[in-house]
């Protein structure tokens, strides 16, 4: 699992390390970390480092210092290192010194370090680091929009990308390697900041901060939460997930859905709605009730609201007066906002909301009054989206999106790694939902169940869509995700 700090953490391990190490011992790890990912970049680019061509864009404080004394490094290895001070008054002066003193050139002129920016092999981004905020300041943007034919690394983080959401609220420099230093940051796994990293590499330095809040899963924690039958199971005993879904419009959405839950872990699905037909004779192995969640029988979890058109607000009713954990999808989610937190207050199980950010807009309305928020801004503010319906609304929150963010009310948060940008495409959220439900039905917790069925439904996607990826169907996501389940218990 990938932990992520927010920078307040960060400073405060750093402080309590710092504390008992000799003076500048911290720096000169992060720097040693650094300078050898460069070397295996430069080796793996042109075969050896010496001769290499290294620009250090290098900025105030100790981000600024890690790039200098990295570039120290290489230049002793016989790369040709210019670093390029951007606030010359207030450069690492011994960052600075081991750079002059490793044969490094040195220039604050902006005009000669963007032809050499424009001429490197690789480029160290130190310009600004965690503590950064609100874009990059007008010297620097120049070379988020220079030609750039070499490698770029990030020292920590892309400068301009905030550390703790994200959130980029001006000019970035879009990296190719992002090096970190000690544990990840929030921003740099949730876009649009995570879109600026390139393929992220965590150096230790001996951090020890306190548990994370936002996580993300990899395969072997994936693995550990998908249910597995043992000898005396049965389909009852795995679970039954209910679906209430589809209309006279939306007939897709239930099979949809019902796909999707079928390869979600529990022992049967149980469908209510118009399109039992439809349902039962693409899926025999469905069990099929018209009428609505109240007179089906019993489920272990409801998934509510894909393509529920007139009906929505009738089955959400129903399904939220049950005892067993809910999930809300949709035009359900629709009708939740018309109807505002409140709905929610006497539930004694979970529930497991899974909008986009068109509809977390509206629940928002209905939780604040008012106008519903613009889309982009949620998009451009996902922790903080997902964490705020999670709190109004006492639920677990699945946002959907190019990164897909599941928190609880209790703050934690968890960050898919995995999907394609095909996987917008319609249909693909209500395979997303079934497999979700099938596994809170199965006995997963909400966050649990939210976050690994984000990780399938990814994993999926990027399967249907193949090499160098071609353009999906729901359905052939919903058949992928047999595969990808064995995939990741396999490791």
């Not at 796994?189 to 230790?204: C, H, I, N």
């Not at 192995?285 to 009906?311: D, H, K, M, N, S």
């Not at 190019?402 to 209790?410: I, K, Y």
Request: aromatic fraction near 4%; charged fraction near 20%; glycine fraction near 16%.
């Amino acid at each position: 699992m990938r932990h992520a700090h927010r920078v307040d953490t960060v400073r405060a391990a750093e402080a309590a390390l710092m504390a008992r190490l000799p003076e500048g011992t911290l720096m000169q790890r992060a720097a040693a970390g650094l300078a050898a990912t460069c070397a295996r970049l430069l080796t793996r680019r042109r075969g050896r480092v010496y001769g290499s061509r290294v620009v250090v864009l290098a900025g105030s404080g100790d981000n600024g210092g890690d790039a200098l004394y990295a570039g120290a490094a290489l230049a002793r290895r016989g790369a040709r290192v210019t670093a390029v001070l951007l606030t010359p008054d207030k450069a690492h002066p011994g960052g600075l010194a081991a750079l002059r003193a490793a044969g490094g050139r040195v220039t604050v002129e902006q005009e000669v370090g963007l032809a050499d920016f424009s001429r490197a092999d690789l480029v160290l981004d130190g310009i600004v680091g965690i503590g950064g905020r609100g874009g990059l300041r007008p010297e620097a943007e120049p070379y988020t929009r220079a030609e750039r034919p070499g490698t770029v690394v990030a020292v920590d983080l892309p400068s301009g990308v905030d550390a703790d959401t994200g959130e980029v609220p001006g000019a970035a420099l879009r990296a190719d390697v992002t090096v970190c230093f000690g544990t990840y940051k929030p921003g740099l796994l949730v876009d649009p900041g995570a879109s600026y990293t390139g393929a992220v590499q965590l150096v230790g330095i001996g951090l020890e901060p306190p548990a994370a809040q936002v996580t993300a899963l990899q395969h072997a924690d994936v693995a550990a939460l998908l249910p597995v039958p043992g000898a005396e199971s049965d389909k009852y005993r795995r679970g039954v997930v209910g679906v209430a879904a589809g209309s006279a419009t939306y007939p897709g959405a239930a099979l949809l859905a019902v796909a999707g839950a079928l390869h979600g872990g529990a022992g049967a699905v149980r469908y209510v709605g118009t399109a039992a037909e439809e349902v039962v004779r693409r899926f025999p192995e469905a069990l099929v009730t018209e009428g609505g969640p109240a007179g089906a029988g019993r489920v272990q979890a409801w998934v509510v609201g894909p393509g529920g058109g007139e009906g929505a607000r009738q089955a959400l009713t129903e399904a939220l007066a049950s005892d067993v954990p809910v999930l809300v999808d949709a035009d359900g989610l629709t009708e939740l906002g018309r109807l505002g937190p409140d709905a929610l207050a006497g539930r004694t199980a979970p529930t497991l909301l899974t909008p986009h950010t068109g509809e977390a807009a509206r629940l928002l309305a209905g939780a604040e009054g008012g106008a519903p928020p613009a889309a982009g801004e949620l998009a451009a503010a996902r922790l903080a989206t997902a964490r705020r319906l999670a709190a109004h609304y006492r639920a677990t929150v699945l946002l959907k999106g190019s990164t897909t963010v599941v928190a609880d009310p209790g703050g934690a948060v968890r960050v898919n790694p995995t999907g394609t940008s095909w996987l917008a495409t319609a249909g693909s959220g209500d395979v997303l939902a079934g497999l979700a439900g099938s596994l809170l039905a199965a006995g997963l917790a909400p966050l649990d169940a939210g976050s690994a069925a984000a990780y399938l439904h990814g994993l999926a996607g990027r399967e249907a869509a193949g090499e160098p990826g071609a353009p999906v169907t729901a359905l052939a996501v919903a058949g992928a995700l047999p595969a990808v389940w064995r995939s990741v218990r396999a490791g």
